[in-house]
């Protein structure tokens, strides 16, 4: 049950709000671009497909990210589809400030940002809407180049933990 605070019954209790969220299983994407001098990117669990016509996608980086301003500076996204076996990878890419591209096998895609080797899938798309919300942003990108790639099962996260499907 969610707890609230007696003086404020409408507040809830960030931790038990986080907890119960978590409840709620998604797929994990690395989303990435380059500025021309090197790339940037970081894990994302809030990637979702949002319209078809117009083509796009959506996802939430949190105002504390150091990565998203640079990311939207650059423009033009990579959304990196991670396979179940990148649970490191997708960690590696959670630490801000890191080298995060550091020991990671990737290219430059059709648009310039790195694709990163061994995902399912990859969408590149162009940042056309931002809006506030709350700690986060709420970004709308255009996709302009999609493709599947490998047929194996996608990296999931639950309740703090990675997981697959089983077989
Ligand atoms: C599985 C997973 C999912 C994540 N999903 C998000 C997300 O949807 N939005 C977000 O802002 N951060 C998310 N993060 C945390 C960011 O990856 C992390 O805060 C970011 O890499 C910090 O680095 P930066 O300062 O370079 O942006 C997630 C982390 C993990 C491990």
Redesign the pocket.
């Given at each position: 049950m969610i707890k609230t605070d007696a003086a404020d019954p409408l507040a809830l209790d960030p931790a038990e709000l986080r907890s119960v969220l978590g409840h709620f299983c998604?797929g994990?994407t690395v989303i990435t671009a380059h500025d021309g001098d090197q790339p940037?990117?970081?894990?994302?669990?809030?990637?979702v497909s949002l319209s078809l016509d117009p083509p796009y996608v959506s996802?939430?980086?949190?105002r504390?990210?150091?990565?998203?301003p640079r990311l939207r500076d650059a423009g033009d996204l990579c959304i990196n589809v991670l396979a179940h076996d990148q649970g490191e990878l997708?960690?590696g890419?959670?630490?801000?400030?890191?080298d995060?591209f550091a020991g990671v096998d990737w290219a430059p895609g059709a648009n310039g940002a790195p694709a990163v080797n061994g995902v399912i899938a990859r969408v590149e798309a162009t940042v056309e809407h931002e809006h506030d919300a709350g700690d986060?942003t709420i970004v709308i990108a255009r996709v302009t180049r999609l493709e599947a790639l490998r047929d194996e099962r996608p990296l999931l996260?639950y309740k703090g933990k990675?997981g697959s499907f089983a077989d």
């Open positions: 998604t994990v940037h990117g970081f894990a994302c669990q809030s990637f996802f939430c980086p949190a504390t990210s150091t990565s998203w997708c960690r890419f959670s630490v801000s400030g890191a995060k986060h996260f990675f």
